[in-house]
């Protein structure tokens, strides 16, 4: 009697060690899986990080860069003005130097 119930007993601790092994599986395939999800989620954070500082570089270039072509447009612009100012004078000058010869050649006639 004794030997049947402990038989019992370790078919019984045996099905219930199976049922814990498998469920041990589980979790550890569980650990397993949350690890690799965890790493590509690290590596897809690096990637995106990774990813914002080229473009946050890419406008501070585009930033300096614009700086830089509107100071060339100022400049421009004011050489411009200068030049329109420049040719105004001369022709100021011209017509003051036609004058000029004009009436000296009415004096000389």
Known sequence: MELSEARNKLRYLDKE???YRRENNS????KDRIAREKMEAIS???ITTDGVNALTREIE????QVDSEKNSIVNLIR???MMKKNI???D?????NKE??????NEID
Not at 27 to 30: I, V
Not at 61 to 64: G, I, T
Not at 100 to 105: L, P, S, T, Y
Request: overall charge positive.
């Open 27 to 30: 979790l550890l395939n569980d």
């Open 17 to 19: 060690n199976k049922s």
């Open 88 to 90: 105004i004078k001369a």
């Open 61 to 64: 270039y585009l930033r300096k």
């Open 92 to 96: 100021e000058d011209n017509n003051k």
């Open 100 to 105: 000029d010869i004009h009436k000296q050649k």
């Open 44 to 46: 897809e954070k690096q």
């Open 79 to 81: 050489d411009r003005d």
